[in-house]
């Protein structure tokens, strides 16, 4: 059964840079949307091994597996080869969980930027912001996504205070 509140758990106890993006953050954010995953957006390229070796320590007792390789790999650190580094798809113990280096509207910087703190007992981590998150969903426009925006565009207008 997915947890995305552990993986959650476990990427902020070993001090991984992330932003939770996607179905869960839509959730998150009130959506009544169910997703089986966790996506986030992270520094996760080849230069950013300092990052990466923290997913690692985060996940390796987690039996991380490459599940979108024709032949599901373990997560190894460091990576062998460029492939293992900037979209890195797993299937864990905790549930799947999708580390993307960039969402559809930007880099890790981007969603950094667009996103709030959200507390969690075992600390803080980032979330994209609802508009933002509306933007990529309707960016992807997959039938699902447009969806998911259409709620969290009612969402957002129920809890905007009225116009003057």
């Not at 985060?58 to 373990?74: G, I, K």
């Not at 957002?156 to 003057?164: G, R, S, V, Y």
Request: glycine letters at 6%; aromatic letters at 6%.
């Amino acid at each position: 059964m997915p947890e995305p509140g552990k993986l959650i758990a476990r990427l902020i106890e070993h001090d991984v840079e992330f932003v939770v993006v996607g179905g869960y953050a839509a959730t998150i954010h009130g959506a009544s949307y169910v997703t089986f995953d966790l996506d986030v957006c992270a520094p996760c390229s080849v230069g950013d091994i300092e990052n990466l070796r923290k997913l690692h320590a985060a996940l390796v007792d987690l039996h991380p597996l490459h599940r979108m390789s024709p032949f599901e790999r373990t997560f190894v650190f460091p990576p062998r080869n460029a492939e293992e580094t900037g979209n890195i798809y797993l299937r864990t113990d905790l549930g799947q969980l999708d580390v993307l280096g960039c969402i559809e509207l930007g880099d890790y910087g981007f969603a950094r930027e667009h996103s709030l703190p959200v507390r969690h007992a075992s600390g803080e981590y980032r979330l994209l912001d609802c508009r933002t998150l509306i933007r990529s969903k309707e960016t992807t426009a997959r039938p699902k996504d447009l969806l998911v925006a259409e709620q969290l565009r009612a969402i957002l207008e129920a809890t905007q205070p009225p116009h003057p």
